[in-house]
């Protein structure tokens, strides 16, 4: 029998208070801490709307489009730890919020998305606005709640974000019809709210532990394998991630979602692996004897083909979530825990033992001879930006500020994760499970919301911003000075790079057709436009868009055809890598077949 | 261990990513799961879209509120998977808010199945007594009588359904419903 908790009585409430139903949303949202909401109004949700009117405790950013009020939600919670929250009305509203929710799911980030709908006694007559939302999105959320009484709306709330905050982070829809907004209910407080058949496992089981540290204390060839749960745990996992490091002097390598984690300047920071991660890092990752996996979870992005997968390992895998666990890979000890949590005891469990440990030095000169590979290397030019060098320089000038980076998807992010370096968690927002072009500008959004005084930086593609570019007006009508960095190829590179790799060349609509000019676009937006071509003016003009006091989309004119390299294609093992050039002729049939 | 990039597999001997994650080499085994929940809007909605959605089998579901103070509802099903794919069955729907428990009860020596069905017959003379013949076999219960039918309500296990079912064929078998498996767990423990 697996149970998940016991039935916990829930705290008395003393004489509620009485008010709306549209009072009690803004109630617990201001009971729950919030301070900044991203939201869209229309029919289903004026009554929220309405008590939300003339308050100063919340900040509401009204976004352009109900999909940048999700990313903005998510760009606020990436970089602060906290919930992030979204408003919108029913139907379109709420379908708009389909791809942030769906995103959020799968990067695992806290978001409440509360939806208007239509008054109880219409729902199910197709009545006008009216979509299933929690029907439409019960697949995609965390978990949704339907409100159909009053009396129920201030618990719900306040559940929904003890769900969407606690154990493995996730979003959490609250569809609301309209006359429970209306109808007057008691308000109760977020003390003593509990959900007994929900209560992750925060705390690891001591003989994981124990065989955790007995291999790490063994280990010849270790490896850190880190994602992004070390980030949702909060900064104490980072922390105790780097005191478990230095006490063992283990090497560590980070997915897309875990940079920042662990400090890049470090001398035993390996880089990203997967994918278009470092040679080192994968290669380390495939002849390891043993790997701690840390809040991760074995995407194909990472793993290449699973059965060519660090063959020679052990593996330990610490994650909130047990269905992570020997879902994609086969792991010798399962630890289901917070990451914080199970550092902390692996790191008092390790001192315990006093063992010593064996000498690293011949893994660390193989790792530095995969090193001085220097996989990232690529040509640099005179004439024309290089994509890499163009991020590189980017990096130089803002490294010492308070920086933020936020991406699109496409090659751009992938060179954005591989050239510029995170010393802190929290500062690196990116698309990773769902892989969302579009993602970018509003979470960009977000994270100046949540971050007034710092250098918010969306490193874009000239494809990605397209889909979600009227959120630079959002950002203008609340002052919000995001930098909209576009490495502008021309093409939806990404695609371009899969269908000379996979398609022999043959580049079916993936040309950036008719694009906008991005320095007049920002006027007409009420931004800056900068427009740069050429390396010699490269740095004078990153200076300008840092210095600029107000929002600015930075059109970077870069070789067009660059391939992002370093790559394992699809269906290749990790120590299969395309380092140097692309041929066409790396993938078979079957590799071919794959995403 | 080698610095050298090894030439890329690329003759389409085999290679494989998560999303050709194959287990076809490992045994099937039939499973059946008491999910037991919280009687909340949607939550069979949930279990059943976890399913479809993962691509898990159900063979057969069924579902009611066992205990009304507590609003908790026990869902059973029947699945098959490999070993590991039951495995993932049992962590996802655990992960799902008001999933509570879920007890592995597959009919062995700790767990006891059973299943309803009311059978439908109609037809007269010798094959109408061959069919009360054959139900008295079955212990099924006669529960609606005319000239021309009978309805039969049998239980047992789910094998023995179907064989009664096969059998009514020939007779002027009608039309047939039935509950799906219930389970429980021998003895006086709970789960
Ligand atoms: C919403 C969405 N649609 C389609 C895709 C598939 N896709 C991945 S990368 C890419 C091209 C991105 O082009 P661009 O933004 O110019 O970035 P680049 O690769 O050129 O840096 C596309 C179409 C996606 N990831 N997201
Ligand atoms: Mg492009």
């Known amino acids: ?595 | 261990m080698t610095d050298a990039p090894k030439p890329l597999g690329g003759n389409g001997s085999g290679p494989k990513s998560a999303y050709f994650l194959s287990h076809a080499d490992q045994e099937i085994e039939r499973r059946t799961l008491a999910v037991l929940v919280d009687n909340e809007p949607g939550v069979l909605a949930r279990v059943v879209g976890l399913f479809s959605g993962r691509g898990y089998n159900i063979d057969s579901l069924t579902v009611a509120e066992v205990d009304a103070s507590q609003h908790r509802s026990r869902i059973t099903i029947v699945t098959q998977g490999t070993a590991h794919i039951l495995e993932q069955i049992e962590a996802q729907l655990l992960r799902i808010v008001p999933v509570a428990e879920v007890i592995d009860i597959t009919n062995s020596k700790t767990g006891i199945e059973r299943e309803l069905a009311l059978v439908k017959v109609a037809g007269t003379g010798e094959k109408r007594v061959e069919a009360l013949r054959i139900a008295e076999i079955f212990r099924a219960h006669v529960i609606d009588t005319t000239n021309e039918s009978f309805i039969f309500e049998v239980t047992g296990a789910s094998e023995k359904l179907t064989q009664f079912v096969d059998l009514m064929r020939p007779l002027g078998l009608v039309e047939v419903s039935r509950t799906g498996v219930l389970s429980i767990k021998r003895g006086k423990e709970k789960g």
């Open chain 1, 1 to 595: 029998m697996t149970t998940k908790s016991k039935a916990k009585p829930a705290a008395e409430t003393a004489a509620p208070r009485m008010m709306t139903g549209a009072q009690i949303v803004v109630e617990a949202l201001r009971e729950q801490g919030v301070s900044v909401m991203f939201g869209y109004p229309g029919g289903a949700v004026l009554p929220i709307y309405d008590a939300l009117y003339g308050q100063d405790a919340i900040r509401h950013i009204l976004v352009r489009h109900e999909q940048g009020a999700g990313h903005a939600a998510e760009g606020y919670a990436r970089s602060t730890g906290k919930c992030g929250v979204a408003l919108v009305t029913s139907g379109p509203g709420a379908t708009n919020m389909v791809t942030p929710i769906t995103d959020a799911l799968m990067d695992s980030i806290p978001m409440v998305v509360i939806t208007g709908q239509v008054p109880t006694h219409l729902i199910g007559t197709d009545a006008f606005q009216e979509c299933d939302t929690t029907g439409i999105t019960r697949s995609c959320a965390k978990h949704n709640y339907l409100v159909t009484d009053v009396t129920q709306l201030a618990r719900i709330m306040h559940e929904a974000f003890y769900v969407a905050t606690s154990g493995r982070p996730g979003p959490v829809v609250v569809d609301i019809p309209k006359d429970i907004q209306f109808a007057t209910g008691p308000y109760v407080g977020k003390e003593g709210i509990t959900k007994p058949t929900y209560m992750p496992q925060r705390i690891p089981k001591t003989d994981a532990i124990k065989a955790a540290a007995d291999l790490m204390t063994k280990a010849w060839r270790p490896i850190f394998y880190t994602g992004g749960g070390v980030i949702n745990s909060g900064p104490r996992a980072s922390e105790k991630l780097r005191e478990l490091q230095e006490l063992t002097g283990f090497p560590v390598t980070s997915t897309l979602m875990g940079l920042g984690a662990f400090p890049a300047s470090h001398p035993d920071w390996l880089g990203m692996l997967g994918m278009h991660g470092s040679y080192e890092a994968n290669n380390a990752m495939h002849d390891c004897d043993l790997m701690i996996c840390v809040g991760a979870r074995f995407d194909d992005r990472v793993t290449g083909r699973i059965d060519a997968f660090s063959p020679k390992s052990k593996k330990i895998h610490i994650d909130i979530d047990a269905s992570s666990i020997n879902k994609i890979v086969r792991v010798d000890v399962p630890v289901v825990a917070d990451c914080a949590e199970a550092l902390d005891a692996l790191i008092t469990e390790i001192k315990a033992l006093k063992r010593k440990m064996p000498d690293l030095t011949p893994w660390r000169d193989q790792i530095d001879t995969w090193r001085a590979r220097r996989c990232f290397t690529y040509t640099n030019s005179a004439e024309m930006i290089k994509p890499q060098y163009a991020v590189e320089r980017l990096y130089a000038l803002t490294k010492d500020r308070k920086t933020y980076i936020t991406t699109e998807v496409g090659q751009h992010q992938m060179w954005a994760a591989q050239f510029y370096h995170f010393e802190e968690p929290n500062r690196w927002m990116t698309s990773g499970g769902l892989g969302t072009m579009g993602y970018g500008l509003p979470a960009a959004v977000g994270v100046q919301a949540a971050h007034p005084d710092a250098l918010v930086i969306d490193i874009a593609g000239e494809a990605s911003i397209q889909m979600m570019m009227q959120e630079l007006s959002t950002a203008v009508q609340h002052k919000l000075p995001v930098k909209v960095f576009i490495l502008n190829n021309e093409w939806m590179g990404m695609v371009r790079q899969w269908q000379e790799l996979l398609h022999g060349e043959r580049y079916s609509h993936s040309y950036s057709e008719s694009l906008p000019d991005f320095v007049m676009l920002a006027k007409a937006l009420g931004g800056h436009g900068i427009r740069c071509n050429k390396p010699e003016e490269l740095d004078a003009k990153i200076l300008e868009m840092i210095d600029h006091p107000g929002p600015v989309l930075f059109d970077c004119r870069v070789e067009r055809a660059e391939n992002c390299l370093p790559m394992i294609p699809s269906g290749s093992a990790h120590n299969q890598m395309i380092l140097g050039e692309i041929t066409g002729n790396e993938v078979g049939e079957a590799g071919r077949k794959l995403v």
